[in-house]
């Protein structure tokens, strides 16, 4: 990574930062509709995972968010660490994707936090609420939260990203 210099710095932080408060504002309040945790997940902040696109400030706002947005699951200290890290994982998996496109539009980068989530979420699922922990449990769990990121991240992060792209916002200039 480049070193930044003066204004660059301060631009990369202001953004990193607002993601961050973003992720995990958008988690409240989907938690708030009881959508945020557990087997079937549709969390608003999941349209924010594609951002990595378009900056690699978003990389540690969406894993600091995902942090904040965590503390109030009801699984604990093991959803802060394991969904934190999923998010980390499927933030550089984006954004090191983002010149792979289909008529323009980063699909695959849309991918990763779906397939990443599923696992990663899926088994945290599996072995922490559900009564059985066998193979077809896993499967079902992840199947269900891969599907809420599906939704997130094409019906509401694809078009975010490629507004924000077309926009041509600041932070997009970042290396």
Do not use: H
């Given at each position: 990574?480049?070193?930044?210099?003066?204004?660059?710095?301060?631009?990369?932080?202001?953004?990193?930062?607002l993601?961050?408060?973003?992720?995990?504002?958008?988690?409240?309040?989907?938690?708030?509709?009881?959508?945020?945790y557990?087997?079937?997940?549709?969390?608003?902040?999941e349209?924010?995972?594609?951002?990595?696109?378009?900056?690699?400030?978003?990389?540690?706002?969406?894993?600091?968010g995902?942090?904040?947005?965590?503390?109030?699951?009801?699984?604990?200290?093991?959803?802060?660490?394991?969904?934190?890290?999923?998010?980390?994982?499927?933030?550089?998996?984006?954004?090191?994707?983002?010149?792979?496109?289909?008529?323009?539009?980063?699909?695959?980068?849309?991918?990763?936090?779906?397939?990443?989530?599923?696992?990663?979420?899926?088994?945290?699922?599996?072995?922490?609420?559900?009564?059985?922990?066998?193979?077809?449990?896993?499967?079902?769990?992840?199947?269900?939260?891969?599907?809420?990121?599906?939704?997130?991240?094409?019906?509401?992060?694809?078009?975010?990203?490629?507004?924000?792209?077309?926009?041509?916002?600041?932070?997009?200039?970042?290396?």
């Amino acid at each position: 990574m480049k070193m930044f210099t003066g204004s660059a710095r301060t631009e990369y932080l202001v953004t990193g930062a607002l993601v961050a408060a973003l992720y995990a504002g958008l988690t409240y309040a989907s938690a708030a509709l009881n959508l945020a945790y557990g087997p079937v997940q549709f969390r608003l902040s999941e349209a924010l995972t594609l951002l990595p696109v378009l900056t690699p400030a978003a990389i540690p706002g969406l894993t600091i968010g995902c942090l904040l947005g965590n503390i109030g699951s009801p699984l604990g200290i093991v959803d802060i660490f394991c969904g934190t890290f999923a998010t980390f994982t499927a933030s550089v998996i984006t954004r090191s994707l983002r010149s792979i496109r289909v008529k323009r539009i980063p699909v695959w980068s849309a991918l990763a936090p779906v397939v990443i989530n599923g696992l990663v979420i899926g088994l945290e699922i599996t072995f922490l609420m559900s009564k059985r922990k066998d193979f077809l449990t896993f499967v079902v769990a992840a199947g269900w939260v891969a599907l809420g990121e599906l939704a997130m991240c094409f019906a509401l992060g694809l078009p975010l990203t490629m507004a924000l792209q077309k926009r041509g916002l600041p932070f997009s200039r970042l290396p």
